[in-house]
């Protein structure tokens, strides 16, 4: 299934065309992580070395393209797939939803979830969620900050693709050079980080975007994006 993600999320993934990718699956289950049939020790450390490098690739690929993703969630995520969901720029999730790494109670403590999720909710709520294995309600994860949003079930899909309109009518380098710049200045200190943000703006405003939505906004007008990276002056 990484193999299969990782294909499909850097499928056309410079292209003009493609502004939002949305993770979804279909069943009572989001994603359970690793088959653990696969993590014998039949398989070798080799083959383990591996599973867990392309988790990885994969996870930071998701904050890495200039797009945003999406997890749309109606069930079960645990392990690798919660660490999926911690991973994704918004989670809109059903009330039925659990969330989970309960690799612990099978002798293998979710470290790399751990990444991901240690990154999203708070420090003691991570641990907790580590070192015993119990489930968040959806309600519990929207409160710490694991998902951006609940919803009934039979409205997930409206709900999710709302959002994904709304992000489609935004510029896409605009998009991009933000998501970027978000995820570069969370991994910094506070004057660092002002410093990439501060430099940053000064890139958007050069954007021939840029220029657009601020001339569309005085003449009172809907912005005319040409979705380009090109710039309106150095």
């Given amino acids: 299934m990484l193999e299969s993600l990782r294909e ?13 990718v949305v993770i979804s699956a279909r069943g009572p289950v989001f994603s359970s992580g690793h088959d653990l049939k696969e993590l014998t020790s039949a398989r070798g450390r080799e083959y383990h070395t591996k599973v867990f490098h ?3 690739e994969v996870m930071t690929l998701i904050q890495d393209i200039p797009v945003p993703v999406i997890a749309m969630v109606n069930g079960v995520a645990t392990a690798a797939g919660c660490q999926l969901v911690a991973s994704c720029d918004v989670a809109v999730a059903t009330e039925k939803s659990t969330f989970a790494t ?8 979710c470290s ?7 990154r999203a909710v708070p420090r003691k709520v991570a641990m907790e969620m580590l070192l015993t294995g119990t489930p968040l309600s959806a309600r519990d994860a929207l409160l710490h900050g694991l998902i951006s949003r609940v919803v009934a079930e039979e409205r997930l899909e409206e709900e999710t693709l709302a959002i994904a309109r709304r992000v489609c009518e935004a ?13 570069r200045q969370m991994a910094q200190g506070r004057d660092a980080a002002y410093a990439t943000a501060s430099k940053v703006m000064v890139d958007n405003l050069a954007l021939r975007d840029g220029q657009e939505g601020i001339r569309a906004f005085i003449e ?8 380009a990276a090109g710039k309106a002056h150095d």
């Fill in 171 to 183: 510029s896409r380098p605009v998009v991009a050079l933000g998501k970027a710049t978000f995820q």
């Fill in 102 to 109: 309960p690799g612990v109670n099978v002798g293998l403590f």
């Fill in 112 to 118: 790399t979830p751990a990444v991901a999720i240690g």
């Fill in 54 to 56: 392309t988790c990885a």
């Fill in 220 to 227: 009172k007008r809907k912005p005319v994006w040409s979705h």
């Fill in 8 to 20: 499909n999320l850097l499928s056309d993934v410079d292209g003009d065309d493609l502004r939002v």
